[in-house]
Every structure is written in structure tokens, then in C-alpha cells.
């Protein structure tokens, strides 16, 4: 099991953008897919993309589609999600999550391990 550890993050005006990291201690980061969720207060933990454990493909949900990427860097045990054109309903807390095993999990409570959590306020 990797441990993982967020940095970015922070308060951004609407339009702006923001990159959140997700490094990892451990030698098995390369095998483990990486989640990233977020949760707003009072609402449930929500899937925003996931990448393989290769990098060699990823998915997002259709509200971050087209404005979030996902990408990772195995030799450094980094993860990274850039988030641009932000919006005042991105605001959350965001989680990075790791999953070993090839299969992409949509479900935040089938990952292994989790990041602490970072802020990301959108000002409108």
C-alpha cells in the first residue's frame, strides 16, 4: 500500500486554474491506479478522473471533461491534476487515491489508500 501526500490547491477566481499533486512513498506506486474524487460539504465524495496505472489512458466525469487532465510520472511516484477554466461549483475538497491493480474504480470506497485532502475555493 503507497502512502500519498497532496500539495496545491488554494482560492482562484472563476475562470482561473489550479494543479494539484499527489506524491507517493513506496515502490509499488507504478502499480496502482490513480482517483482523484472530491467533496463539497454536506454532499457525498465524488469520482473526477482517473488515470491508469501506466498512464496509458484515463477517464473523467462529464461535469470536469474537457477542462481537468490527469497525469502521472512513475519515476518520480508524482500524480498531477490540472484543472482549468474553473468554475464556483468546483469548490471542494479534493482527494487523491491510489488502487492497486489495472482495473479503473469510479467508487471512492474501493481505493486503497487516500491523500489528506486539499482545498480548492472558486470565487465567482
Known amino acids: 500500500q503507497v502512502q500519498l501526500v497532496q500539495s496545491g490547491g488554494g482560492l482562484v477566481q472563476a475562470g482561473g486554474s489550479l494543479r494539484l499533486s499527489c506524491i507517493a512513498s513506496?515502490?509499488?506506486?507504478?502499480?496502482?491506479?490513480i482517483g482523484w474524487f472530491r467533496q463539497a460539504p454536506g454532499q457525498e465524495r465524488e469520482f473526477v478522473g482517473i488515470i491508469r496505472r501506466d498512464g496509458g489512458g484515463s477517464d473523467y466525469a462529464d461535469s470536469v471533461k474537457g477542462r481537468f487532465t490527469i497525469s502521472r510520472d512513475n519515476a518520480k511516484n508524482t500524480a498531477s491534476l490540472q484543472m482549468n477554466s474553473l468554475k464556483p461549483e468546483d469548490t471542494a475538497v479534493y482527494y487523491c487515491?491510489?488502487?492497486?491493480?489495472?482495473?479503473?474504480?469510479?467508487?471512492?470506497?474501493?481505493?486503497?489508500?487516500w491523500g489528506q485532502g486539499t482545498q480548492v475555493t472558486v470565487s465567482s
Open positions: 487515491g491510489a488502487r492497486l491493480g489495472p482495473s479503473l474504480k469510479y467508487v471512492w470506497d474501493e481505493y486503497d489508500s
Open positions: 513506496g515502490r509499488t506506486f507504478s502499480l496502482n491506479s
